[in-house]
């Protein structure tokens, strides 16, 4: 019976080991995965880690973004992470795009007065677009970068609470003090197509009182001259913040 007994044990004993050798190899794996998303959350933060949005690699970022990697529970994380962020950048990349292929910027030299005035027409109807997009992104980009809504990404993910405290670290590479710096620098464009399209405006509505002669813009009474100032000035303050 002894023997039969030492056996039984011995069984027992083993069992146990297997189970323990199962139990370090799955935390050993979960950690393994886990240090495969932080490198993906790395990796990311470097990649958009510029002081301009125009310096951001657009085909890596775009490559990336759209990369999977992980494996078990943290695939369903990095979805969520990187699904965020190619929604926050997509926004930023807009008003980017939006700005840059406009010619708000050029629509008081001489040859803009030229062309399009003095009803200004097409210069009016860019400026809105410009404006109403930037005003749009705004409005988003505020949206996403709450609590709230970046909750919701992780929420489809359905995983623990010790999951979303990955998440939270990883969202917050988005730093209060970056988003500060985009939608100010946002607001500050607003403001300098607002200033444009008051000049734009206020030639438009006088049309009758300025000429351009050379490549100077000539005005037919000094009141006029002297509003014109005025709307110049204003859009010069605007610019000096931006």
């Not at 609470?161 to 710096?181: G, P, R």
């Not at 351009?212 to 005005?219: H, I």
């Amino acid at each position: 019976m002894k023997k039969k007994t030492k056996i039984i044990i011995g069984c027992a004993v083993l069992a146990l080991v297997i189970i323990a050798a199962a139990i370090t190899g799955i935390k050993i794996t979960d950690l393994q995965r886990q240090n495969t998303f932080v490198d993906q959350v790395n990796k990311l933060s470097q990649i958009v880690d510029a002081e301009y949005i125009s310096d951001i690699d657009r085909d890596e970022f775009n490559t990336f973004i759209d990369s999977r990697v992980c494996k078990g529970k943290y695939a369903k994380l990095e979805n969520a992470v990187k699904s965020y962020y190619k929604d926050l950048y997509e926004i930023q990349f807009k008003s980017e795009d939006a700005i840059t292929n406009s010619a708000y910027d050029k629509m008081l030299l001489s040859d803009n007065l030229i062309s399009d005035g003095p009803d200004f027409e097409n210069s009016c109807a860019e400026l809105a677009t410009l404006l109403q997009t930037l005003q749009d992104c705004s409005v988003q980009y505020s949206e996403l970068i709450t609590a709230e809504k970046a909750k919701s990404y992780f929420d489809e993910t359905k995983l623990s609470a010790k999951y979303e405290t990955l998440f939270n670290d990883s969202v917050s590479v988005a730093s209060s003090e970056t988003e500060n710096i985009y939608l100010t620098s946002l607001e500050n464009s607003e403001k300098s197509v607002s200033a444009v399209s008051g000049v734009i405006d206020y030639l438009a509505q006088t049309k009758n009182e300025w000429s351009v002669e050379g490549d100077k813009l000539v005005f037919n009474t000094k009141d006029a001259a002297e509003k014109y100032n005025e709307a110049v000035s204003a859009l010069g303050d605007a610019q000096s913040n931006k």
